[in-house]
C-alpha cells in the first residue's frame, strides 16, 4: 500500500503538470491565450472571427458547428427558458465536444431589454433618450442585465450611437436622438448597468450611419472631416474613453462614399489610433458582402473578406468564407493572429 502511494505521489504531479497552461484560471490571461493561439491551427483561429446563429440546441448543434469552436453566438426568436436551454447545450458542447474546448461568446440584441420571448421589454431607445436621465436608463439596464446573466447571455448587441438627423431613415427609434452629448451620456449609463452583471456592450453602428442619402438603410452618409470629427465620432470617443467596451458593432453603410466596414482609415486609424479602442470588431449583418453586394467596390465575397487584412478585427461571418480564406489564399497570418486574440 505504501508503495502505492508512492507511485500515485509521483503520477498525480506529472498529470497536473500536463494540464494546458490556457486551462489553468489562476494563469495570466495574457499567458493563457498566447498558450492557447499556439495550439490552435489556422482554421480554427479563423473560425473564431465568425458569429453563427445559436440554433435549437441538442436538436441541430453537431450538424451547426461540425465539432469546431466559432469566436460568438447569437439566439434571437426563441422564449427565455428555451434560450437558457439552447445557449446552455452550446457551451456544454464546445467544451465536451471540440478538440480545445473554447468556450463562444454569447450574443443578444438589448437595446430595450433582453429581445427574448418572454423577458421584460423597456421603451425604445428615442424615448430612452426623451428621459434625459443616464442614471434612470442605468436601473433599466441593471434590471435587463440580470435577465440576460439568467439566460447565459455575455454581450448585448447594443446601445446605438447613431445621431437621428434624416427622419425618413427607418431607425430613427433606435436612436436617442440628435444630440451628440446626449448620446454619450444616455450610452454610458446604458453600459453601466448591463456591466454590473458582467456583461459587455456593443455600441454601433461605427461610424455616421444614422442620416443616410434620403433616409436609405445602407446608402451613403455625406458631411466631411468636419462632421465626421464634431458629430458622428463624438458619442464614440466618449463612450470608449469611458466604458472601454469589449466590442464595437461596424456599419454597412458609407461615408462620403467610403464604404467604412472597409476602410483602414475608419477602422483602423481612428477607431484603434485615435480613440484607442482596444477590443473586437463586429460586423453589422452583411456588412463585409456588401462591400460586393452594395457598395460594388471587390467582385467576390473572397476579396471582400481579405480586404479586411488592411484592418484589424472586423468578423467575418460564414462558412463558405472561412473554406475560401484557409485553402485558397488565407489571410495575413499576423492578422489572424491578432483577431483570434482579441476574442479569446
Not at 435577465?147 to 434624416?166: K, N
Not at 479602442?277 to 449583418?285: E, M, P, R, T
Amino acid at each position: 500500500m505504501a508503495a502505492a502511494c508512492c507511485l500515485l505521489g509521483s503520477i498525480l504531479p506529472l498529470k497536473a503538470e500536463k494540464r494546458p497552461l490556457y486551462k489553468n484560471p489562476k494563469a495570466p490571461i495574457e499567458q493563457r491565450v498566447e498558450d492557447l493561439l499556439g495550439r490552435m491551427t489556422l482554421r480554427e483561429k479563423v473560425l473564431q472571427l465568425q458569429n453563427r446563429e445559436a440554433g435549437h440546441g441538442s436538436d441541430d448543434i453537431g450538424r451547426r458547428f461540425h465539432g469546431e469552436s466559432v469566436g460568438t453566438i447569437h439566439e434571437m426568436g426563441h422564449d427565455v427558458l428555451e434560450c437558457a436551454r439552447i445557449v446552455t447545450e452550446v457551451q456544454k458542447y464546445m467544451l465536451d465536444s471540440t478538440r480545445l474546448s473554447i468556450p463562444v461568446l454569447t450574443g443578444v440584441e438589448g437595446i430595450q431589454g433582453v429581445l427574448q420571448n418572454g423577458a421584460t421589454l423597456f421603451p425604445h431607445s428615442i424615448a430612452q433618450g426623451s428621459t434625459f436621465n443616464p442614471e434612470l436608463i442605468e436601473k433599466m439596464t441593471d434590471a435587463a442585465g440580470s435577465e440576460a446573466q439568467a439566460m447565459g447571455f455575455h454581450q448585448v448587441l447594443s446601445p446605438v450611437l447613431d445621431i437621428a438627423r434624416e427622419l425618413r431613415w427607418g431607425r430613427v427609434e433606435e436612436t436617442y436622438g440628435e444630440d451628440p452629448y446626449l448620446i454619450s451620456q444616455i450610452a454610458q449609463g446604458f453600459i453601466r448597468g448591463y456591466g454590473k452583471h458582467r456583461i459587455t456592450c456593443m455600441p454601433k453602428h461605427f461610424v455616421a450611419h444614422g442620416t443616410p442619402t434620403g433616409g436609405l438603410n445602407c446608402a451613403n452618409v455625406a458631411g466631411g472631416e468636419r462632421e465626421l470629427r464634431s458629430m458622428y465620432l463624438y458619442p464614440f470617443e466618449k463612450v470608449i474613453a469611458a466604458t472601454a467596451p469589449l466590442a464595437v458593432m461596424s456599419c454597412y453603410s458609407a461615408y462620403d462614399g467610403v464604404p467604412v466596414s472597409g476602410s483602414r482609415y475608419y477602422m483602423t486609424d481612428i477607431l484603434r489610433g485615435e480613440l484607442g479602442f482596444k477590443g473586437y470588431v463586429y460586423s453589422d449583418w452583411g456588412s463585409v458582402d456588401r462591400l460586393k453586394t452594395f457598395h460594388y467596390c471587390v467582385p467576390t465575397s473572397e476579396d471582400a473578406a481579405r480586404q479586411l487584412d488592411l484592418l484589424k478585427a472586423v468578423k467575418a461571418t460564414g462558412e463558405p468564407m472561412v473554406v475560401v480564406l484557409v485553402s485558397g489564399k488565407p489571410l495575413v497570418m499576423s492578422w489572424v493572429k491578432e483577431n483570434a486574440d482579441a476574442l479569446l
